[in-house]
């Protein structure tokens, strides 16, 4: 499974942003899809999941402010941002889940919210 993030940028305090996150490869093998971040100095945290079926899930941080979706027809999965406040800077992985629990990797697409 490759995965290919894109989207991030610099963003004002209370804008929005929208990464995606295009899968190829052995995409049936995949359970469920998900975004996690890392900000300077801290660790990497999970942000949202999805699930093949649309089930989600958030961190407590985002929910309310960002949604994940994803078009099954496309192979790609969406986290739209909004409220963004300082805080939400850093980098945004995007990740997979086979069947197996064997965990994939995008490249991560840096956000930056600032003034």
């Known amino acids: 499974v490759q995965l290919q993030a894109s989207g991030g940028g610099l963003v004002q305090p209370g804008g929005s942003l929208t990464l995606s996150c295009a899968a190829s490869g052995s995409i049936s093998s995949i359970n469920y899809m998900g975004w996690y971040r890392q900000a300077p100095g801290k660790q990497r945290e999970l942000v949202a999941t999805?699930?093949?079926?649309?089930?989600?899930r958030y961190a407590d941080s985002v929910e309310g402010r960002f949604t994940i979706s994803r078009d099954n027809a496309k192979n790609i999965v969406y986290l739209q941002m909004n409220s963004l406040q300082p805080e939400a800077t850093a980098v945004y992985y995007c990740?997979?889940?086979?069947?197996?629990?064997?965990?994939?990797w995008g490249r991560g697409t840096l956000v930056t919210v600032s003034s």
């Open positions: 990740n997979a889940v086979n069947y197996y629990g064997m965990m994939y």
């Open positions: 999805i699930t093949n079926d649309g089930r989600t």
